[in-house]
């Protein structure tokens, strides 16, 4: 099977719903997040068939790329979509409570329906290697996740939220556009192969290639949310539904990463600029590291906790960048590998820890740490989900977190030994054991604080396909926690 | 070709100054608009036909559209009542006076300004720019613009969705 004809798949799938949602009766209606889950189910196991040999980069009119990389983020996307429409789900009543109780004025079908265009444009985001393409796939997923901030519109926060999304987005988007055509600029491509033997050149100026490195940056770690880029992200991840928030915090992330990866390797590979320019990612890096860490620490409400938890984990990733182009000196995994395997993690763990908020919001109508008190004894196994991927996402042996972490630490401080960046593991180590301190805060909440008497213990219930994903998530965190080397295997 | 260009310029300038002058918004940003025409006849007089026509349908289509539903949202009558506050006007012809000024001597003290263009080959650079920017999209980069569908239709739904009309209950 020809790989483009993937995202054609799930385009026509897409289509599909929309038609559904127009045409069929009110009970065919209801089904509409079901045949997009079965769709993409069946999507990810056509991927198995597209999948190429390692080593290999299938070219396609010189604009579509299928490599391992992208065949793997395209794996991520397609498993977040699925699991969001899942929990998306789970969420219609309080949806509805924000939009409408009417099914057919509530949208919750175009609902069901935009996720699956988003994963078009992130699959598209993990087969471009040049900059017009990255560009305009960029633009697809940011134009979904405008709406889907936006979506409960009877809701001020999500409201606000997506005026916030909106106006930054367009602003990240001035600055990568501009990047864009500084680079072309410079070295008269778009190509970013090209780009790398141009750059490699000795008659490069080399101050406005680092104009263009800086705004690239900037344009793409806004999508990421690295620190100074991430203003938005806090505001944004409370106010939007838990199935956006979800999806922004996993799905946007993994694809803004492989195109992050993709842009800044010719940059640090060319010898003129390498040295400023890694001056630069270690800056990003440690302000990540302290700021999403350290903000965390005092937060209330659990998405924003959350969203502050994910600009640390992007500082973490973005430990093993300094690593790229100097591939070899490297013992372990490399820095593609690491980021690639530490993404697959965050995305089983965190979409653990939210199908699990997501039961607990519609019961409890609540998003605050108090929302979870007594999870233990309410229902022991949701609190034990939720322990799971909150112990996993603290970095904690037995789970995948652990392992992610494990190679990022491996690279880094090889790293550090090459070019005495100490300060970068230093601050990784602290972020870590902060880490561990507001991530158990959740914890505490649920096991030991709040009582509970014996008449809300009904209160929570799960739906089966939830229940079956709840599950699967748990068992997946255990087995490659245990077992890193499947999971390793397809991104090496 | 230089009578037309003296009469968009006398245009431009004209209703340039129509934006400054009125006191209703509304007449401010219709004057915009033909201004800006001005400005794409001036373009099209250079030959630069693609640039012209895009002029007209992003600056005076899009853009002013947007000033325009801008405006709507304001308050127009407290726009029309303002005082004049003389001082602040006089600061701003100063400045204007004093970037003229020196623009001009900057101008005049450059040597390769006062040289002529050099011609564009003969007829192949005319009429050429929209049938090239036309084959670039539609062959080289037909691919992304498959992806714009698919923005479009998110676009779309997203419209939509967000201006539906909200339903009754809580």
């Known amino acids: 099977m020809l790989p483009y004809y993937l995202e054609i798949c799930v385009v026509v799938l897409g289509s599909l719903m929309l038609c559904m949602e127009l045409f069929a009766g009110r009970r065919s209606r209801a089904k509409i997040a079901m045949v997009g889950v079965a769709g993409l189910g069946v999507i990810f196991a056509l991927l198995m068939f597209a999948v190429c040999s390692p080593g290999e980069d299938l070219q396609y009119w010189g604009i579509y790329h299928f490599d391992k990389w992208a065949a793997f983020y395209k794996g991520l996307a397609l498993i977040s979509t699925l699991l969001v429409l899942v929990m998306a789900r789970e969420f219609a009543p309080v949806f509805k409570h924000y939009t409408s109780q009417d099914e057919e004025k509530s949208g919750i079908g175009e609902f069901y329906c935009l996720p699956i265009f988003v994963c078009s444009g992130l699959m598209w985001m993990a087969s471009a290697k040049d900059l017009v393409t990255i560009f305009v796939s960029l633009e697809l997923v940011t134009m979904g996740f405008y709406v889907l901030v936006a979506f409960m519109r009877r809701n001020v926060g999500s409201l606000e939220a997506g005026v916030k999304y909106l106006i930054l987005g367009a602003l990240s988007t001035g600055f990568l556009v501009y990047g864009i055509a500084w680079t072309f600029g410079v070295s008269g491509t778009f190509n970013l192969e090209e780009l790398s033997v141009v750059l490699a050149g000795d008659d490069i100026p080399s101050a406005p290639v680092m104009f263009a490195f800086a705004l690239l940056i900037a344009g793409i770690g806004f999508k990421i949310a690295v620190v100074p880029f991430q203003i938005w992200v806090p505001d944004v991840y409370q106010g939007a539904a838990m199935p956006v928030t979800a999806y922004l915090s996993v799905a946007s992330k993994a694809a803004g990463f492989i195109v992050f990866l993709r842009v800044v390797d010719p940059f640090l590979a060319a010898p003129s600029i390498r040295e400023p320019a890694i001056y630069l990612m270690v800056f990003v890096t440690c302000a990540t590291l302290i700021y999403g860490n350290l903000a965390a620490i005092a937060q209330k409400n659990i998405k924003r906790l959350l969203a502050y938890s994910s600009i640390a984990h992007a500082g973490f990733l973005l430990m093993a960048l300094p690593a790229l182009g100097a591939a070899g000196t490297i013992a372990g995994p490399g820095p593609e590998s690491a980021i690639s395997f530490y993404l697959a993690g965050y995305l089983l763990m965190t979409l653990l820890c939210f199908l699990v908020l997501t039961v607990v919001r519609v019961a ?30 603290a970095g904690i042996p037995l789970t995948v977190g652990f392992f992610g972490k494990f190679f990022l630490f491996n690279i880094a401080i090889q790293n550090a030994m090459q070019n005495g ?72 | 070709m230089s009578l037309l260009f003296y009469i968009f310029s006398g245009v431009m300038l004209v209703f340039g100054l129509l934006v400054v002058v009125n006191r209703n918004p509304v007449s401010s940003a219709l004057s915009l608009v033909v201004s800006f025409m001005g400005l794409a006849a001036l373009f099209i007089t250079l030959n630069a036909y693609f640039i012209g026509v895009i002029q007209i349908l992003v600056y005076t289509g899009a853009v002013m559209v947007l000033f325009l539903f801008i405006i709507m949202l304001l308050d127009i009558k407290s726009e029309q009542c303002r005082k004049l506050n003389y001082v602040a006007m006089g600061g701003g012809v100063m400045i204007v006076l004093a970037f003229v000024a020196q623009l ?20 192949a650079a005319v009429h050429q720019d929209v049938k090239r920017v036309g084959e670039a999209l539609f062959t080289h980069f037909n691919f992304h613009l498959q992806l714009l569908g698919v923005l479009l239709l998110i676009a779309t739904i997203g419209v939509v969705v967000l201006s539906r009309r909200q339903g009754e209950g809580n």
């Open chain 2, 104 to 123: 001009t001597m900057i101008l005049a003290g450059y040597a390769p300004g006062k040289q002529r263009l050099v011609e564009l080959p003969g007829d």
């Open chain 1, 364 to 393: 409890t109508n609540g998003e605050d740490l108090t929302a979870l008190e007594g999870l233990g004894k309410r229902s022991p196994f949701l609190a034990f989900a939720m322990l799971v991927g909150v112990a996993s996402l």
């Open chain 1, 421 to 492: 960046l100490w300060i970068v593991v230093f601050l990784a180590v602290l972020g870590a054991a902060t880490g561990f301190y507001y991530y158990f805060k959740i914890i505490r909440a649920m096991y030991w604080e709040g009582s509970v008497s014996e008449g809300e213990v009904t209160g929570l219930k799960v739906g089966r396909l939830a229940m079956l994903a709840i599950i699967l998530l748990v068992v997946a965190v255990f087995f490659f926690g245990i077992f890193p080397a499947p999971l390793l295997g397809l991104t090496l």
